[in-house]
């Protein structure tokens, strides 16, 4: 009965490194400029999750395996007095859609919903079964 919270629980982490990432990218979607100042637009992240956990070698459950940059092409914006544009009067932006990530963050919540209630009912098991034994 444990292993379902420990279930749970990677679920929960998963996710929450999930919507990290979406705010990260959603924080990002007009940055062009890297920390040093100079011209790289922000390449969307995109986590990759696997089965079991690492860390204990439990083969149930989820971690996130990687991150991985998006390979979408940028946004070209035509901005021929931008003094980053290139020779033909473009400027690239991030590849990030607003709408997806909101989407995608929805769908990380109703997945961390989902993990919390699980947990819930496992503890609500759990108690109920020592009620009986005591």
Request: proline fraction near 7%.
């Amino acid at each position: 009965m444990f292993g379902v919270l420990d279930v749970s629980t990677s679920g929960l982490v998963a996710q929450r490194v999930r919507m990290q990432t979406i705010a990260a990218n959603m924080a990002n979607q007009d940055a062009i400029f890297d920390a040093k100042g100079n011209y790289a637009p922000y390449r969307r992240r995109i986590p990759i999750f696997a089965h079991g956990d690492p860390a204990t070698g439990n083969s149930e459950g989820v971690h996130v395996q990687k991150i991985l940059f998006d390979p979408a092409p940028f946004k070209r914006v035509y901005e021929p007095g931008n003094p980053v544009a290139d020779e033909q009067g473009y400027v690239d932006y991030p590849n990030i859609d607003p709408a997806m990530e909101m989407v995608n963050a929805l769908e990380a919540s109703r997945a961390y919903e989902a993990n919390i209630t699980t947990a819930e009912a496992t503890k609500s098991m759990l108690q109920s079964s020592l009620r009986l034994l005591a």
